[in-house]
């Protein structure tokens, strides 16, 4: 295991123990390994997330997370990711429903999603 920065703050120490719960006994060394600045836990507990519901409707669900000015209801969100072709495009890709609209469970997912993230 490399070992933390010496100038560890409070918040990476944090993000290294969410990284650091997730490892099993019987992890290959490469893979227990904890990153050295805020950003990079950052960025490697949102690739998880990204793996499992899709780069696209998590970069774009946070973007528009990001750019509101307080925050968005669950309706709100399905509003917007369902007038964005390129998320439906993405999440209808094997499918053509009859109605081009984010699935209404798809957003609860994606919380439960980043909040298992961060636990």
């Known amino acids: 295991m490399v070992g933390l920065p010496s100038l560890a703050t409070a918040g990476l120490l944090v993000l290294c123990a969410v990284q650091v719960r997730r490892w099993s006994s019987y992890a290959p060394a490469d893979q227990t390994t904890v990153e050295h600045t805020i950003s990079e836990c950052i960025d490697r507990l949102l690739d998880?997330?990204?793996r499992y519901h899709?780069?696209?409707l998590v970069s774009h669900a946070l973007a528009y997370l990001t750019a509101s000015k307080d925050g968005?209801?669950?309706?709100?969100?399905?509003?917007?990711?369902?007038?964005?072709?390129?998320?439906?495009?993405?999440v209808f890709q094997h499918w053509l429903p009859p109605v081009r609209r984010i699935p209404p469970l798809l957003i609860p997912r994606l919380q439960v999603g980043l909040t298992l993230c961060a636990l």
């Not at 917007?80 to 993405?90: F, H, K, P, Y």
């Open 48 to 50: 998880r997330v990204e």
């Open 54 to 56: 899709g780069r696209v």
């Open 72 to 90: 968005l209801g669950d309706v709100e969100m399905e509003d917007i990711l369902s007038l964005d072709d390129v998320v439906l495009n993405d």
